[in-house]
């Protein structure tokens, strides 16, 4: 990435927590407020194969990773808290992937309250059409 291209601002550590989410492990929480359209993280992320993303699925980060490039065949391991933002079929924020400067950026869809769990909906079908998951959406 060239020194040119502005980088959106950058996750500050009391802006969003990790913790316990019921019925779904770890989650991601609001540490203050968050208007509509306002970013919450800019993740990096690491690019890999999609002969290394195969690898992947037989391991437990096959849970956590995203799938990358124009066929999505890739895989993108999102740095920062990117991998553990839970779905939601009704989420608060948005995920947009940028493979331009291998970047997810999460941001608010409505006001998040301080202390809310932030949701994302994850991406499973193309040009919108829903896919079954592949675990117990609660």
């Known amino acids: 990435m060239s020194s040119e291209t502005a980088m959106p601002r950058a996750i500050h550590a009391p802006d969003v927590t990790v913790g316990p989410s019921p019925g779904r492990g770890l989650g991601v929480f609001a540490g203050r407020g968050f208007a509509p359209n306002e ?29 990358w490039g124009m066929d999505g065949k890739q895989a993108g391991i999102v740095l920062g808290y990117g991998s553990i933002y839970n779905h939601s079929f009704t989420p608060n924020a948005v995920h947009n992937k940028n493979a331009a400067n291998d970047t997810m950026v999460v941001v608010a869809v409505r006001e998040i309250a301080a202390g809310e769990e932030i949701f994302i909906h994850y991406e499973t079908g193309k040009d919108g059409d829903e896919q079954p998951m592949w675990f117990e959406v609660r």
């Open 39 to 67: 970013t919450i993280e800019v993740c990096p992320v690491i690019v890999l194969s999609e002969a290394d993303a195969r690898r992947l699925d037989d391991t437990r980060l096959n849970e956590y990773y995203f799938g």
